[in-house]
């Protein structure tokens, strides 16, 4: 079971100091709603189910965190209209125009009344109720640059940052202004940290020019906020990019976890002096495909690796699927823990 000394242990890793050990977690939304018998709607809107299942999860997998991620459209449903079933998560009906038009009729929503999240603060409240400062509890949200391409979808939005780049700019100006007081809400309600997805500002997508000329800025000031609400900034972009991590480490986030494509080596030896880093177990081809063996070797080598000097997080570098085995995901959390001791 998570431990009194979490939130201080994370503290020590944030100032890349030693923890008394080293905090354990697992983006494991998609195996938690099958694990727990749910589905998407309840997961994405019903209190109850939301705060049992998170509450079930990190009770039974001795989680040192939660990560309340029902999907990523929760504070864009004033804006755009969604469509969620029981198999899969929100997601638009379809997106919309880019034109500096429908950029005047966004309004910031009224987040303890609006839809659903109301009920998704609410189960912030209860689930740090049962656990206190015992786990660390965190909320999400989508940086910026990542927001647009939500609302705008990937292609228009990677069309914008080469023709209507001044489109592209209000909009980032509207979503940074949304995303600041969204994680503010959440740190309210009592949210320790905030994920901050931004996926579609990796490499996978974007340069690290174009990273700096549109995405950088909006995620900087919004960890700032965050910061100042004292929460802590949480960046997420699954990146193993070598420029784009150097780039990530210089803006102002607490922790940024990384993407499988890179050696956790080599990842601590280009940015560990920095900022601190987390991951990166691949659920795909080790949770999910890999063998038992494989989970336990690769776990004790990220944690091992990881570790040394302090200054990291185990984490997955993405969502562990809901085809995950449940003895590999085990086997997962009793290596880690076994190994998270500075005395191994």
């Known amino acids: 079971m998570a431990y009194p000394e979490v939130l201080k242990d994370i503290k020590k890793c944030i100032a890349l100091e030693v923890p008394g050990k080293v905090p354990i977690f697992g983006t494991s939304m998609d195996f938690d709603i099958k694990y727990c018998g749910i589905n998407r709607v309840e997961y994405g809107g019903n209190l109850e189910k939301i705060v049992e299942s998170s509450t079930k999860v990190a009770r039974e997998f001795d989680y040192d965190w939660i990560l309340l991620h029902p999907d990523d459209y929760i504070e864009f449903e004033r804006i755009i209209k969604t469509i969620v079933n029981e198999k899969f998560p929100a997601r638009p009906v379809e997106y919309l125009k880019p034109s500096l038009e429908n950029i005047k009729k966004f309004k910031i929503p009224d ?99 174009i990273y700096e000329m549109f995405a950088a800025e909006g995620a900087k000031i919004v960890s700032k906020e965050i910061k100042r609400a004292n929460g802590i900034a949480y960046y997420h972009a699954a990146e193993s990019s070598r420029s784009h991590l150097k780039i990530m480490s210089d803006l102002g986030f607490d922790i940024i976890n990384i993407g499988e494509g890179i050696d956790i080596k080599e990842a601590k030896r280009i940015i560990s002096n920095r900022v601190c880093i987390s991951g990166n177990l691949a659920p795909i081809k080790v949770l999910e495909n890999g063998t038992i063996e494989n989970v336990k070797e690769e776990t004790k080598r990220i944690m091992l690796d990881g570790k040394e000097n302090g200054g990291f997080i185990f984490n997955t570098e993405e969502g562990i699927s809901d085809q995950t085995p449940e003895e590999n995901l085990r086997m997962m959390i009793r290596t880690a823990k076994k190994y998270r001791y500075y005395n191994n």
């Open 111 to 209: 987040f303890k009344r609006d839809l659903r999240m109301p009920v998704y603060l609410e189960a912030i409240s209860r689930v740090k109720e049962i656990f206190g400062d015992t786990i660390c509890i965190t909320g999400r949200l989508a940086a910026p640059f990542s927001s647009a391409a939500l609302i705008f979808g990937i292609s228009e939005t990677m069309m914008l940052t080469i023709e209507g780049t001044d489109t592209l700019k209000r909009a980032l100006e509207f979503f940074t202004e949304l995303q600041i007081e969204w994680g503010k809400e959440q740190i309210r309600a009592g949210a320790n940290a905030i994920w901050i997805g931004d996926c579609v500002a990796s490499s996978q997508f974007i340069s690290p020019g």
